[in-house]
Nanobody
Framework: QVQLVESGGGSVQSGGSLRLSCAVS??????????MAWFRQAPGKERRVVAT???????GYQESVTGRFSIWQGNYKNTVYLQMNSLNPEDTAMYFC????????????????WGQGTQVTVSS
């Protein structure tokens, strides 16, 4: 049974940094097939993709976080990280880790598994 568990959220001031982690519980074959992604959702807004990492390691970013956020995977793809620098209040949201057996996409409907989310709050 695939499980995704996020951690690392918290409250920071504008300009600060946070590192989110997503622990991936899955078989080796599943982990090798997954596209992994971080989404975020602010109150009253739709869930939007922030960053993706394909099974071959290629990464993609939402335009608003390019140059500030970085996604990568740990050894054996057991963990997916999101380093967030130069945070601003517009980054405040619940952040979710997601896994897809298909190619990475921007729509939440393309993802097969989700974590419970971790809250990030950035104050000005």
């Amino acid at each position: 049974q695939v499980q995704l568990v996020e951690s690392g959220g918290g409250s920071v001031q504008s300009g600060g940094s946070l590192r989110l982690s997503c622990a991936v519980s899955a078989t080796t074959a599943e982990r090798d097939r997954f596209c992994m992604a971080w989404f975020r959702q602010a109150p009253g807004k739709e869930r939007r993709v922030v960053a993706t990492i394909e099974r071959d390691g290629r990464t993609g970013y939402q335009e608003s976080v390019t140059g500030r956020f970085s996604i990568w995977q740990g050894n054996y793809k057991n963990t997916v990280y999101l380093q967030m620098n130069s945070l601003n209040p517009e980054d405040t949201a619940m952040y979710f880790c997601a896994a897809s057996f298909w190619a990475c996409g921007s729509s939440p409907t393309g993802y097969d598994y989700w974590g419970q989310g971790t809250q990030v709050t950035v104050s000005s």
